[in-house]
């Protein structure tokens, strides 16, 4: 790719004077750089000099930016469906934050439905929807579904280009090997009209943005791009541990999007090598390979028989410990590219076993909806990663929030959810003002409200984000959690109201034997590889306090109703992509939620207001309740999936 001839110190003229948009979207990375659409700089993602100064500018210069962004939002959009009817036709920034409601998904599902529908008037925005992706968390049942467009695309990539300069201001040499990237794509599906619904990193590797990528050399991947496409999970991540296991001496990094698949894969490769080293033995791939993409790919990078690579690595997965084997097998690795924030940080400790001191690089903050921000201090520990939002990706407002224990009591410790999950609106009032970019104060909390170039106007996003400090003007934050969620083990989001609904159909299923229960807490045992959801249960005989005996088949019967009733990622996860492990009961002895509700008021839990956590994340809470269980059951079968 060319360099741009817009000097990079002028991106904010940039933004004004490149906001012409070529006829053709889809060619617009292939032809004059400065035709991109607008708000994007282009630049040369080699030149990492110009990364930086663009990085700059973007962070000096975020009031205007936002300003032009609204701007540029509002204009072309004034006249669809929905704006209309705020908007009266008045291109006006003040009109719009007066006027046009803060949204959740349940208020925007109308005009998503008309799209998915067919309806393809300007319903929600100016560009064509191209394809809705689908985001973790449901509504009525069916996944939440964001709307993209062709130029959106191109925000993604020019996104991602901002990510390597900022690796290659913190680690030298990153363009003298490969990543070791194991990335895959999910099973899509069309809605009514024919539009395609898919996850939003699918949506992107099968983009011509990811197939046609320009040569970068600091991007270099061991993976063959028909092995990240290849829609069978298995053979995909087979092949590309298989080519990155050939190519072990050039992988100068390795990671997954989330820290949970990157998990996976060592799991894989742990019931695999033998499989693996002798392919590399013999240079043959294994038949069982049937992907004619594949086949073909993995046979050119095996190229020929490597019996000394095979002994070499035979005789590292052979130890009986695998602990630091990431380095073992690729000892020039830097640092492990994975997201261990939010929901991934229960991994972190897995992930330092297996990796032997390697940084673990958590570089990107971003969504179905909009990709937000980048990690500008990428070796800092999991527990200090800050995002500064970059300010031409969407027009970012905030809802202030504050800690329900800032006013005493509510703060309930032994629910480590609870502890991080106790965040209320700022007022109860609907109509609390949202806070801009530039206006966010240091240490505060503050949900997330995005307005997109792609139709969503004024979105709560559902994450709580605290204000850690400042890049030039930009304000850094650290991801605090995701308002309702509850249980998380790979991209699956449990809300306390979906495991109460899943709950309360298996408890229908014992209450018919006689059987009541009583109390029900859960946790996310990531234990083990793929982690698994664990409700705790209390249970007596309808008229006597007795703990009732147990038909298993029954109990399982249970553990399966419970994950029938989970949303589709989950039952994505668990059916599809084997990263959730079946669901397992623990059933508890008599009074052992009056002895975690004890152990949560010795922590400070107000008598009155105890309720029972309905997750617990402190290690001695889990405890207390493990301590006191007489029976474990698990799901024997993994739930109904297929792709809606
Ligand atoms: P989805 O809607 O399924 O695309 O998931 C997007 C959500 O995943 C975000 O809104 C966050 O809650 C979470 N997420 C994405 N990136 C990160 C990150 N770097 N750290 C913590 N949580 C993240």
Not at 222 to 238: A, G, N, R
Not at 302 to 327: M, Q, R
Not at 575 to 581: A, E, F, H, L, P
């Amino acid at each position: 790719m060319r360099a741009c001839p817009i000097s990079c110190t002028a991106v904010k003229q940039q933004f004004s004077t490149c906001s012409r948009k070529p006829k053709d979207v889809n060619q617009m990375t292939r032809g004059n750089p400065c035709q991109l659409p607008g708000m994007l700089p282009n630049y040369d993602p080699n030149d990492s000099e110009a990364g930086m100064k663009i990085l700059e500018d973007l962070t000096e210069n975020v009031e205007q930016i936002q300003q032009r962004v609204l701007e540029e939002i509002i204009t072309r959009n004034a006249r669809t469906d929905y704006l209309k009817g705020f908007l009266d036709g008045q291109f006006d920034k003040q009109v719009f934050k007066k006027t046009v409601p803060v949204v959740n998904y349940e208020d925007i599902k109308p005009y998503i439905e008309r799209i998915a529908n067919g309806d393809s008037s300007n319903i929600i925005s100016a560009e064509p929807i191209i394809e809705l992706l689908t985001s973790s968390g449901t509504s009525g049942g069916q996944p939440k579904m964001m709307p993209s467009t062709a130029e959106d695309l191109h925000r993604k990539t020019f996104f991602y280009y901002l990510l390597v300069p900022v690796m290659n201001k913190y680690v030298d040499g990153l363009d003298e090997g490969k990543a070791m990237y194991l990335l895959f794509v999910k099973p899509e599906t069309k809605t009514p009209s024919g539009l395609m619904a898919r996850p939003v990193l699918t949506s992107y590797y099968k983009s011509n943005n990811f197939k046609n990528r320009p040569f970068n050399r600091f991007n270099v991947y061991t993976s063959p791009d028909e092995t990240i496409l290849c829609s069978d999970s298995k053979q995909s991540m087979y092949c590309q541990l298989l080519c990155g296991l050939v190519q072990r001496q050039e992988v100068l990094r390795v990671g997954a999007v989330f820290a949970s698949a990157f998990l996976r894969a060592i799991k894989f490769l742990e019931h695999n090598w033998k499989e693996l080293c002798s392919n590399i033995r013999t240079g043959h791939v294994s038949d069982w390979i049937t992907d004619p993409g594949c086949r073909k790919v993995v046979s050119l990078v095996l190229n020929k028989p490597k019996p000394e690579l095979a002994d070499l690595i035979e005789h590292e997965c052979s130890s009986k410990s695998w602990e630091g084997i990431i380095k073992k097998l690729w000892p020039r690795t830097k640092y492990i590219e994975v997201i261990v924030t939010g929901s991934m940080a229960q991994y972190v400790s897995t992930l330092e076993y297996y990796s032997g001191g390697l940084p673990l690089v958590s570089t990107m903050y971003a969504s179905s909806e909009c990709y937000f921000g980048i990690n500008f201090k990428p070796l800092s520990k999991p527990w200090d990663v800050s995002y500064t939002l970059i300010p031409n990706m969407a027009y970012f407002e905030f809802l202030p929030v504050k800690k329900k224990n800032e006013d005493g009591a509510q703060y309930v410790q032994c629910n480590g959810v609870c502890k991080e999950n106790c965040m209320e609106k700022e007022t109860e009032k609907e109509d609390v003002e949202t806070v801009e970019l530039v206006d966010v104060k240091l240490g505060r909390y503050y949900e997330l409200v995005v307005t997109t170039f792609t139709g969503l106007y004024r979105y709560r996003v559902g994450d709580i984000l605290m204000v850690t400090g400042f890049h030039n003007k930009a304000p850094q934050f650290r991801f605090v959690h995701r308002r309702n969620v509850v249980l998380s083990i790979d991209t699956d989001k449990t809300s306390e109201e979906d495991l109460l609904k899943a709950v309360t159909k298996a408890k229908v299923i014992v209450e018919s034997l006689g059987i009541l229960l009583i109390e029900y807490t859960s946790y996310a045992d990531t234990s083990s590889i793929p982690g698994h959801y664990v409700l705790f249960w209390e249970l007596t005989s309808k008229g006597n306090n007795h703990l009732p005996v147990l038909d298993p088949k029954i109990m399982e019967q249970c553990c399966s109703t419970v994950e029938e009733s989970l949303d589709s990622v989950y039952r994505r996860c668990r059916r599809n992509d084997n990263s959730i492990g079946p669901l397992e009961i623990r059933v508890v002895q008599h009074g052992t939620f009056d002895a975690l509700m004890d152990f949560c008021v010795s922590q400070g839990s107000s008598v009155n207001q105890y309720k029972t956590p309905r997750c617990i994340k402190s290690g001695e809470a889990i405890n207390v309740l493990d301590s006191r269980v007489v029976a474990r059951f698990f799901s024997q079968k993994a739930p109904f999936w297929e792709p809606v």
